[in-house]
C-alpha cells in the first residue's frame, strides 16, 4: 500500500499570500495517477488537480501542481478567503487507492 | 447534469444491517466505475472500494474486505454499499464517488455523504 503524508497539517496565511503544500508518497509511482481534493466545510470534497498538475473543469488557474516519483505539491497563489479548506491528495496508480492524512487551510 | 445522489442519514445499533444507495444521473452508468469513501469526524479520507457496474468487478481495500459489500442495480442507476451486521463505531460519512471508464482515474464526481451512526 502506497502512504501519502502531507505537509503541513495545517497553513495559516494571509489573503493574497501564497500556499504551498506538499504531498509525500512511500514509494514512487507515475505523476499521470496523482490528484488533489478540496474539501470546504460541511462539504463534499471535490476534485482540484489530477494527472498532478491537470486543473478539474472550472478550476481557477490560481491552483497549479507538479511533481513526480515520491514528492508533488500543489501551490495556491493569490489567497482569497473562499480557498479555506482541507486539501487532501490521492494516488490512483495501484489498489488501494489512498489518500494523505489532508492539509487544511486558514486564512488569516 | 451529471450527479450522484445518496440516501439519507441512518441510526442503527449493533448487530442490524444497512444499505445505502447512491443513485446517479446524467451519464451512462455502466460505463463508469463508482466507489465508496469513508471519512470520520474531523478525519481524512479513506477508499473502501470501487465497482464496475457493466459486469460487477469489485475491487476492495484490504482494510474493508469481508466488513462490506458493494454492489449495484443497474436498471435504476443505483450503486450500494452494505452491512450485514454493523459494528459499534463513533459516526462516519460515506461518500459515494464516480471514477473514470477506465482503471485507474480520479474521483470526479462525489455524492453528498450519507452519516451513519451505529450505537446501542
Known amino acids: 500500500e502506497i502512504v501519502l503524508t502531507q505537509s503541513p497539517g495545517t497553513l495559516s496565511l494571509s489573503p493574497g499570500e501564497r500556499a504551498t503544500l506538499s504531498c509525500r508518497a512511500s514509494?514512487?509511482?507515475?505523476?499521470?495517477?496523482l490528484a488533489w481534493y478540496q474539501q470546504k466545510p460541511g462539504q463534499a470534497p471535490r476534485l482540484l488537480m489530477s494527472?498532478?498538475?491537470n486543473r478539474a473543469t472550472g478550476v481557477p488557474d490560481r491552483f497549479t501542481g507538479g511533481g513526480s516519483g515520491t514528492d508533488f505539491t500543489l501551490h495556491i497563489n493569490r489567497l482569497e478567503p473562499e480557498d479555506v479548506a482541507v486539501y487532501f491528495c490521492?494516488?490512483?496508480?495501484?489498489?488501494?487507492?489512498?489518500f494523505g492524512q489532508g492539509t487544511r487551510l486558514e486564512i488569516k | 447534469e451529471v450527479q450522484l445522489v445518496q440516501s439519507g442519514a441512518e441510526v442503527k445499533k449493533p448487530g442490524e444491517s444497512l444499505k445505502i444507495s447512491c443513485k446517479a444521473s446524467?451519464?451512462?452508468?455502466?460505463?463508469?466505475?463508482i466507489g465508496w469513501v469513508r471519512q470520520m469526524p474531523g478525519k481524512g479520507l479513506e477508499w473502501m472500494g470501487i465497482?464496475?457496474?457493466?459486469?460487477?468487478?469489485?475491487k476492495y481495500s484490504p482494510s474493508f474486505q469481508g466488513q462490506v459489500t458493494i454492489s449495484v442495480d443497474t436498471s435504476i442507476s443505483t450503486a450500494y454499499l452494505q452491512w450485514s451486521s454493523l459494528k459499534a463505531s463513533a459516526p462516519a460519512m460515506y461518500f459515494c464517488?464516480?471514477?473514470?471508464?477506465?482503471?485507474?482515474?480520479?474521483?470526479?464526481?462525489w455524492g453528498q455523504g450519507t452519516m451513519v451512526t451505529v450505537s446501542s
Open positions: 446524467g451519464y451512462t452508468f455502466t460505463s463508469y466505475w
Open positions: 464517488v464516480r471514477s473514470g471508464s477506465g482503471w485507474g482515474e480520479p474521483f470526479d464526481i
Open positions: 494527472g498532478a498538475s
Open positions: 514509494q514512487s509511482f507515475v505523476s499521470t495517477f
Open positions: 490521492q494516488q490512483y496508480w495501484s489498489s488501494p487507492y489512498t
Open positions: 465497482i464496475y457496474p457493466r459486469d460487477s468487478d469489485t
